[in-house]
């Protein structure tokens, strides 16, 4: 079992930067591939980028060259850098584990990032 706690959210103008931070425990955080997910109101749960446990990196298109995804396994964490933010960023991010398609996924509880004037 993987316990998941995201940090990092907050309130930004447009145009700003946030960085989310997962910490996980429970297990050895290397061999997870880690990845943020983003849901905004009335939407469904969408995928924003990935970091395998061999740390190949995907992005959303939404998202590319604005946010960096990265991990640090000393500190078994993962974390979000979004810049130049757009109120469309606006949405609960939420951090997930998984050690590959044949095993569970584990989720953080969320953390709201709202971009407004």
């Known amino acids: 079992q993987v316990q998941l706690v995201e940090s990092g959210g907050g309130l930004v103008q447009p145009g700003g930067s946030l960085r989310l931070s997962c910490v996980a425990s429970?297990?050895?955080?290397?061999?997870?591939?880690m990845a943020w997910y983003r849901q905004a109101p009335g939407k469904q749960r969408v995928l924003v980028a990935s970091?395998?446990?061999?740390?190949?990196?995907n992005y959303a298109d939404s998202v590319k060259g604005r946010f960096t995804i990265s991990r640090d396994n000393a500190k078994n964490t993962v974390y979000l850098q979004m810049n130049s933010l757009k109120p469309e960023d606006t949405a609960v991010y939420y951090c997930?584990?998984?050690?590959?398609?044949?095993?569970?996924?584990?989720w953080g509880q969320g953390t709201q990032v709202t971009v407004s004037s």
């Open positions: 997930r584990a998984q050690r590959g398609l044949a095993f569970p996924s584990y």
């Open positions: 429970g297990s050895i955080f290397s061999i997870y591939n």
């Open positions: 970091i395998s446990s061999g740390s190949s990196i």
